[in-house]
């Protein structure tokens, strides 16, 4: 009955940050976790599972960061985290430490899950760097003193699991018993607590029945659907649910390259392919491309470990291409609009890889701003909270403090993150600030007919 509460409880996705007067209520088992990784997903994991009623310990080798963390501060941009981790801080479910070593062993408690959630950053050709995993496996493997399960959270090229079995089977001399287990994160950035919570399935693939009733058990408090399956299979779905989405993201972005040729909406076209429920209608918004630290490199290290295993899996290769076209779709529309650039001034809108984030990596606006200094134009741009970090990667452009002193004197604008903030704006305004009211919208997020109306020179993806 408990379970029942808790799963309608959960059905309420702003309830989230409640969830912990219906634990305390579900006769749930709550395990000792440790979370290896506090980036986006090991920490939003580890947030989340203390959430649930688990006892976590997060590690990060990185010092100042758990010192950060230890001081109550949340180190990345994600909304409902900071205050989820204040809670669960103060509840005692979850503590920050600097080493494995005491990471499985904190407080007198053993941690049997140890879940991996370091980086696996991309490699100059494509495939994903997996130091850091083998690293964590043999660091635990060599601490552990009883049954342990090593859960994979990153996101790992097929077989990773079984690179990690070899690695704990040559330090795991005394023969502590343990199981390898993947179970993929699934969750967006922006939207990360609640997907966490909130889950379309939980994907554990497991090596033993008994490393599957752990894990069930860990996540039997969130409803979504449980698919157990292997661990090889697991690992799959990551890849192919994430270069999936991307093609889906491709698909619709080279349809609009052919609205725009014969004078059809993109918008209506990507409405009624949606509604067709084979289709669905998430994932077909078109824009100047895709970014971010997952799809890129994912799709990158999922062709490349198909090649590997020798399959061409050409499809993906060409999704990729069609992203790279999208931004310089962008760069030629600019172009097209304003006939010379040199000395103009361009204004961007936008520039974390997605609303909701302050992540720039692989952020499309990075080669928008490329683009357009090899023309010499003066650029100035805002963000309303990537800023900080776009400073660390953008050079030779102004940051100005909000939407309309970058538009100010500008010959063009363009919308590169559709940040439900610029929805907002007085665009009457903005247009009278400009020295020419030209308006590349790269993310369709206003009306074309009153940005006409308005005076606007505009311009959008797919659209008449
Ligand atoms: C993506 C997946 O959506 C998550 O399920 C996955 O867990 C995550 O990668 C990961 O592997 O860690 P994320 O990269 O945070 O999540 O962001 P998305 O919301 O998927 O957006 C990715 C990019 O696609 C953004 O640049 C966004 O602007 C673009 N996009 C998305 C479009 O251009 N059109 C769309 O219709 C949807």
Same mark, same amino acid.
């Given at each position: 009955? !408990? &379970? ?9 996705t702003?309830?989230?940050l409640?969830?912990e007067?219906?634990?305390l209520?579900f006769?749930?088992?709550s395990h ?11 920490l ?5 599972l +203390? ?8 590690v990060?080798?990185n ?9 109550g501060?949340? *180190?990345?941009? /994600?909304p409902g985290?900071? /205050?989820?981790?204040?809670?669960? #801080?103060k509840a ?8 494995i070593k005491d990471?499985?062993q904190h407080k @007198?408690? #053993?941690a049997q899950?140890?879940?991996i959630?370091?980086?696996? *950053?991309? &490699?100059?050709?494509g495939?994903?760097d ?6 964590? +496996? ?15 959270k990153s996101?790992?090229?097929v077989?990773?699991g079984?690179w ?8 795991n ?7 390898i287990?993947s179970?993929p994160e699934f ?7 609640k997907?966490?919570m909130?889950?379309? &399935?939980?994907?554990? %693939?497991v090596s ?8 069930r ?6 409803? %979504?659907p ?13 890849h192919?649910?994430n270069s ?8 619709i972005n080279?349809?609009s390259r052919?609205?725009?040729k ?5 918008t209506?076209?990507?409405?009624g392919? @949606?509604?067709?429920?084979r289709i %669905?209608p998430?994932?077909?918004? *078109? !824009?100047?491309g ?5 799809f *890129?490199k994912? $799709?990158? +290290?999922?062709? =490349?470990?198909c090649?590997?295993? @020798? ?5 993906l ?11 310089? =779709? ?7 609009l304003? =006939?010379? $650039?040199? !000395?103009?001034?361009?204004?961007l =809108?936008?520039l ?7 992540d ?6 990075l080669?928008?701003?490329?683009? $357009? ?15 900080d970090n776009?400073?660390k990667?953008?050079? %030779?452009?102004?940051?100005a ?7 100010k004197?500008a010959?063009c604008?363009?919308?590169?993150t559709e940040?439900?903030?610029y929805?907002d704006?007085?665009?009457e ?10 308006f ?8 074309p007919?009153k940005?006409?109306k $308005?005076?606007?020179?505009?311009r959008?993806v797919?659209r008449?």
């Open positions: 009955m !408990g &379970r029942n509460r808790l799963l309608s409880a959960c059905q309420e702003d309830k989230v409640n969830f007067n219906f634990i209520e006769d749930m088992k000792n976790i440790c979370v290896v990784g506090t980036g986006y997903v090991g939003v994991t580890g947030t989340c +203390a959430e649930i009623g688990h006892r976590v310990v997060c990060d080798s010092k100042s960061k758990i010192r950060y963390l230890n001081a501060k949340c *180190p990345i941009y /994600e985290l900071p /205050e989820l981790l204040k809670k669960n #801080r005692g479910r979850i503590a920050f430490v600097d080493s990471g499985i @007198g408690r #053993r899950v140890v879940f959630a370091v980086g696996t *950053p991309p &490699r100059p050709d495939s994903a997996l130091s850091a995993i083998e690293a964590v +496996a043999a660091d635990v493997a060599k601490r552990m003193t009883d049954y342990t399960i090593f859960v994979d996101t790992v090229p077989e990773t079984e990690v079995k070899k690695t704990i089977e040559r330090i001399k005394r023969g502590v018993p343990y199981d287990a179970n969750l967006a950035e922006g939207s990360a607590v997907d966490f909130n889950p379309d &399935r939980v994907v554990l %693939g033993s029945k008994r490393a599957e009733k752990v894990l058990e860990i996540y039997a408090p969130l409803k %979504g449980i698919l157990a399956t292997d661990v090889k299979s697991a690992e799959l779905i990551k192919a649910s999936f989405l991307a093609t889906k993201i491709s698909f080279a349809v052919l609205c725009e014969v004078g059809a909406d993109v209506d076209v990507a409405k392919m @949606g509604l067709d429920k %669905g998430s994932f077909l918004r *078109p !824009g100047i895709f970014g971010g630290f997952c *890129p994912d $799709l990158e +290290a999922f062709y =490349w470990i090649n590997k295993k @020798g399959y061409d899996f050409k499809l290769q060409e999704v990729q291409a069609i992203n790279k076209d999208q931004k310089q =779709w962008a760069l030629e529309q600019v172009s097209e304003l =006939w010379n $650039l040199g !000395g103009k001034k361009i204004a =809108w936008g974390a890889f997605k609303p909701n984030t302050d720039m990596r692989f952020a499309p606006s080669d928008i701003v490329e683009g $357009l200094k090899e023309h010499k134009v003066k650029i100035a741009a805002h963000d309303p909270v990537s800023m776009a400073k990667v953008l050079k %030779g452009l102004t940051f403090k909000d939407p309309y002193a970058a538009a004197g010959d604008l363009i919308l590169v940040w439900p903030q929805k704006l007085d665009l305004k903005v247009r009278k600030s400009m020295r020419t009211p030209v590349l919208d790269g993310r369709n997020l206003y009306d007919a940005m006409r $308005l005076g606007f020179d505009y959008s797919g008449p």
